[in-house]
Each structure stands twice: as C-alpha cells, then as structure tokens.
C-alpha cells in the first residue's frame, strides 16, 4: 500500500485518537494525574474505538499485506512521517514544525 498526504494524515489522527481512548499508555506519576478514572463502560467503549482505529493503522503500516506489523514497516512508516513534519527539512522537529501540522478532520480541508 503506497501511503499518501492524505493517508499519513489520518495515520497521525488515528495515533492521536488511540492516546485520546487510553489504549496508548502515557507514564504519569500519581501527582501529575489529578483527574479521576473513567467508568468502567466508558473506559471499555474508549477501548473499543480505540482498537478500531489501531486496525486502520495497522492497514495503512502493513505493506506486505500479512495482518501484522514488522519492525520495518514500522520504522518505515514513521521516518517518512518524521520527513512530512520536517518542514525545513533540517533533520529535526521543532515546536513550530508539530504545532503547524495539525491534522484537519474537516473533509476536503487539506494542508
């Protein structure tokens, strides 16, 4: 699967989807997490989206088409999505280069 503009938007979405469900775990100490956990039902509905949208990436990641991910399709798939927020193209990312690459959710709307 050759992945576009449009693909690696939305793979950055669905990443950014799985940290917003829970289902990517985020090391917290007990003093950072003020908030309180959500209901069991609602945490398992987040799990469920959650893993919905890992399915999506794990089809825009898997090349040779096999239901699994290798470490270099992996590897792969993030360094051309480190090229495409690397605006100035100076081998690093700034502030400025991952603030602006907001993905759009709005369809028809693209960067």
Do not use: C, H, W, Y
């Not at 669905?14 to 917003?20: E, F, M, N, P, R």
């Not at 990517?24 to 509905?45: C, D, G, L, M």
């Not at 700034?94 to 759009?104: N, S």
Request: aromatic share 4%; net charge positive; no cysteine.
């Amino acid at each position: 699967m050759i992945l576009t503009r449009k693909g690696r938007r939305k793979a950055v979405f669905i990443v950014a989807g799985l940290l917003a469900a829970g289902t990517i775990a985020v090391s917290v100490s007990p003093a950072q997490n003020a908030t309180t956990p959500p209901p069991p039902a609602k945490r398992e509905k987040n799990v469920k989206a959650g893993e919905k949208e890992a399915k999506k990436l794990l089809m825009l990641m898997d090349k040779d088409q096999n239901g699994k991910v290798s470490k270099q399709e992996f590897m792969n798939f993030m360094e051309a999505e480190f090229e495409r927020l690397d605006v100035d193209k100076n081998g690093e990312l700034d502030v400025k280069e991952l603030t602006q690459a907001r993905v759009r959710t709005t369809p028809g709307v693209s960067r």
